[in-house]
């Protein structure tokens, strides 16, 4: 099943990227990382004078966070929601659904068709942040070079990415087979991504850090739901009636 699956990805992957809209997410969240670590780092240096290097750290993880664990989600998130009815518009649904593969290797064709791009982008977004955090602390706070991000952070930031991408993009594959436009599906998937980034808000301003019991258990609730979600996709999942809305 994974190699016609790879090999469907593999294809959709190329033309997907043929998009102006979807080439300009990776530069956005590139760039929205880049003003999250230049701003943030030198304006929170005051603060460890009078509160601490712990909360310093936990403020750093918190920030970033944001920015190298949800914001990569934006992008599978989005190709998925064009995942069924981009089909349909594009009048490419029918060949598709009359091709051989099975449910469960389109499904899952499509899956990593999104996941792929998102999860390359996430860890080359990480890699951005860190290295214009640690770059800017090395000229204006040695001391506090590599506080961000600790071992804790930096699992998290390798963990997460995939496991949300991965919910996301169930969820959008869904939902792209209920909508009857392209921007309808965007609209919802928008809203998808909100909803883990306001829950990293809430925590923020709740002054609460993530430790190493809580990251492996959301991690292991989370990897659960995407498994549950594909198989919710695939019992959803009915041929018949999407040549019927064609």
């Known amino acids: 099943m994974l190699r016609k699956a790879w090999i469907m990805a593999k294809t959709e992957i190329r033309m997907v990227f043929k998009s102006r809209q979807v080439k300009m997410i ?14 943030f780092t030198p304006l929170m240096i005051p603060i460890v004078a009078e509160v601490g290097v712990e909360f310093y750290s936990i403020m750093m993880a918190m920030l970033m966070g944001t920015s190298v664990v949800m914001m990569p989600a934006m992008l599978p998130a989005m190709i998925a929601a064009d995942s069924i009815v981009g089909e349909k518009e594009r009048h490419t649904l029918v060949p598709l659904l009359a091709s051989p593969l099975t449910d469960g290797e389109l499904l899952l064709g499509k899956l990593l068709t999104a996941l792929i791009p998102g999860i390359i982008v996430a ?6 942040g860190i290295a214009i955090v640690n770059g800017m602390l090395l000229f204006i706070a040695p001391t506090l070079l590599w506080i961000w991000p600790s071992l804790l952070a930096m699992v998290q930031a390798l963990i997460f990415p995939p496991l949300l991408a991965a919910f996301a993009v169930c969820l959008m ?6 909508v009857s436009k392209v921007y309808e599906a965007y609209q919802i998937a928008g809203f998808v991504i909100i909803m883990p980034m306001f829950l990293v808000f809430t925590e923020l301003f709740l002054s609460t850090s993530i430790n190493w019991l809580l990251l492996f258990f959301g991690a292991a609730i ?5 498994i549950g979600l594909f198989q919710l996709a695939r019992n959803l999942f009915n041929r018949d009636k999407l040549i019927s809305r064609v």
């Open 26 to 39: 990776p530069v956005m969240i590139f760039l929205m990382t880049s003003v999250f670590a230049a701003l």
């Open 123 to 128: 860890y080359a977004n990480l890699v951005i």
């Open 222 to 226: 989370l990897g659960i739901a995407d």
């Open 173 to 178: 594959i869904i939902i792209s087979g209920r």
